[in-house]
């Protein structure tokens, strides 16, 4: 079984009036200080934003409980100066973001502007072993029509400076602001994958290769596929979910890689359509099929992620689990459903932040997910 892992971005708020707050260096300063974390915590672009890393795993229950305390040791360590921690991929409050005070961050607001500036988003990113950059690149060239499955449902950024922006994710337009994101073409080969990194470094529109935003990429610093779609989730079991069918995507794609299947020939043009369907409307509206490309209501095409994927799941143990964590998740609706549900309620937009809190804190593992 492969091993793998999740980082997932947080939004740091005020504790009182939910509005983020640029604290992250504080609260890194007292990890280090404390020293005896359970998971890794890192700064990351903006200072209203904090990184928890969880250790490689096997174990899809193990991750859960990781995620969990790395939730709370950070909301603790927020809490020492007045501010909490929400699993929310956008704020809905306006926000003003304050950029990490390092030179690579200070070259990329005079280089891309406004792009670094107003980037305040939240992602879920899943690191998935393999065995050599050969099967990766066969991994990345088979997963990426599924990808837009992924990412509907994780959705949970329906509001952006303070209004509904119509989309369930909008964290995907706003990020793929960057020149370099979104759905890569099919590689074929590491050499092609490295020859057009290099290319785009070379262009000087990138300041190093580690711009290069696709859905799902290698990784530069592990040997595993990073899958980068989908949004920060509100509940800790859509985490689980994602990085469940990550996985199998992966593995599912390595065995047609090892078996010499074909790659499916589908254009980044339409990628890209998928994907913005995708955001729009996460599971409340159609998805693409990854065959045909024409709109087929969302849960008829995440049913038809987890059947192609389903022979790997079994084989790792994981299927039930993904099943009952997606019958859950049809049940309650996404993270942006949620969002939108308190809001129309009568909540504010304080009120959304305040309960996202509250979730993303409690500390809550469902029981169908510790057995």
Request: glycine residues 8%; hydrophobic residues 45%; contains cysteine.
């Amino acid at each position: 079984m492969r091993k793998l892992g999740v980082e997932e971005e947080l939004l740091l708020v005020d504790g009182r009036s939910q509005q983020p707050v640029a604290v992250a260096g504080t609260l890194l300063r007292f990890a280090a200080d404390d020293g005896d974390l359970d998971v890794e915590l890192a700064a990351e672009l903006q200072q209203q934003q904090i990184e928890v890393d969880t250790r490689p795993t096997r174990d899809l229950v193990e991750l859960a409980e990781q995620l969990r305390d790395g939730r709370q040791q950070a909301d603790t360590l927020a809490a020492r100066i007045g501010a909490r921690i929400a699993a929310l991929a956008t704020s809905p409050l306006p926000a003003t973001p304050q950029t990490t005070p390092t030179m690579r961050y200070a070259a990329m607001v005079e280089h891309f502007g406004l792009t670094t500036a107003e980037q305040l988003t939240c992602g879920c990113h899943v690191h998935v072993e393999v065995a050599s950059e050969e099967e990766g690149i066969g991994v990345l060239d088979r997963i990426r029509v599924w990808l837009p499955a992924l990412l509907a449902l994780s959705a949970n950024s329906p509001f952006w400076q303070g209004r509904d922006t119509g989309y369930a994710s909008y964290r995907t337009p706003a990020w793929y602001r960057w020149p370099s994101a979104g759905p890569a073409p099919v590689w074929g080969s590491p050499a092609a994958y490295a020859d057009q990194l290099e290319q785009m470094v070379a262009t000087g529109v990138l300041l190093d290769a580690h711009m290069a935003y696709f859905d799902a990429r290698l990784s530069d610093r592990y040997p595993t596929v990073e899958v980068r779609v989908a949004d920060v989730c509100l509940e800790l079991a859509d985490t689980v979910l994602v990085a469940g069918l990550a996985r199998a995507l992966v593995e599912t794609a390595a065995r047609e890689w090892r078996e010499g299947q074909p790659v499916p020939d589908v254009s980044v043009n339409l990628l890209r359509l998928a994907t913005w369907r995708a955001a729009r409307s996460g599971l409340d509206g159609p998805l693409l099929d990854p065959w045909t490309y024409i709109p087929r209501i969302a849960n008829a095409v995440v049913q038809q992620l987890i059947t192609h994927v389903a022979a790997a799941l079994r084989d790792s143990g994981d299927l039930e689990l993904v099943e009952q964590g997606w019958r859950e998740l049809t049940q309650r609706g996404t993270g942006a459903a949620r969002q939108r549900q308190i809001a129309q309620q009568g909540g504010d937009l304080a009120e959304v932040v305040r309960q996202a809190v509250a979730q993303t804190t409690s500390g809550e593992l469902r029981r169908w997910l510790m057995h």
